[in-house]
């Protein structure tokens, strides 16, 4: 994905319909047209402009709802005939105030789910290092160690969890007198968590395991 201004053939009205998704989960949130003009404006200023048949102009996202779309990736097509807009949205992109103009009336504003679609990236940065092995990396340094060095890390961090963990729930119930350490504990957790499911991914890629069999499994077990 680019934020560079794509090859497009536009239509002999001068537009490309562009199909605008959401970066975070990949999820749809509306289909709307773009002209060179809109084009050049979104890459040029990192929000998403259209052209509006309706006014026959230029358009701003959220000009008047302040409901911007900030632009993440610009990609055409095979034909270079559609455009495909991965954004940071801010706040519902709907008139109608739901997150994508496809959700029915009524339908949440914000996304609900966790963002777990990024962890692909993850998993294909670490992929690549397991190829690559370049200098200096921290991961490639992981799986030249083989299953003991991240084994053990994997081990490591699930114990920094643990720690993590009872010490936000110390901080729970002692209540309001110590909220600011609770904000301390609440943070300490997340970044072991991450810790630990960053080193857990390292740990199948150096066994050849690929992330996916992971989540196959989750999957199935869900169905019992």
């Known amino acids: 994905m680019t934020t560079a201004l794509p090859d497009v053939a536009f239509g002999t009205d001068g537009l490309v319909p562009a199909v605008v998704q959401d970066a975070t989960d990949g999820r749809v949130l509306m289909v709307a047209y773009m002209d060179a003009e809109a084009l050049a404006a979104t890459v040029t200023s990192g929000e998403v402009h259209f052209h509006s ?3 026959g102009r230029l358009w701003r996202k ?3 709802s302040g409901n911007v779309l900030r632009l993440v990736g610009l990609a055409a097509d095979c034909d270079n005939d559609a455009l495909l807009v991965t954004v940071a949205p801010v706040g519902p992109t709907c008139h109608r105030g739901t997150r994508s103009c496809f959700d029915p009336a009524g339908a949440p504003a914000e996304r609900r789910n966790q ?3 990024w962890l692909e990236t993850l998993w294909a940065t670490i992929e690549a290092r397991a190829v690559d092995r370049p200098e200096g990396s921290y991961t490639a340094r992981l799986l030249a160690g083989g299953v003991d060095a991240v084994a053990r890390k994997v081990t490591e961090e699930a114990t920094e969890v643990l720690i993590a963990a009872k ?3 110390a901080a729970e119930v002692a209540g309001e007198e110590r909220a600011a350490e609770r904000a301390a504990t609440r943070q300490a957790l ?3 968590a991450a810790d630990l499911v960053y080193h857990a991914l390292v740990l ?3 066994r050849g395991v690929p992330a996916a069999a992971v989540v196959d499994t989750l999957r199935a077990r869900h169905r019992v």
């Open 62 to 64: 959220g000009e008047t």
């Open 190 to 192: 997340t970044g072991e």
């Open 115 to 117: 963002g777990f679609t």
């Open 53 to 55: 048949r309706s006014r």
């Open 204 to 206: 199948l890629a150096e």
């Open 167 to 169: 010490d936000d729930a």
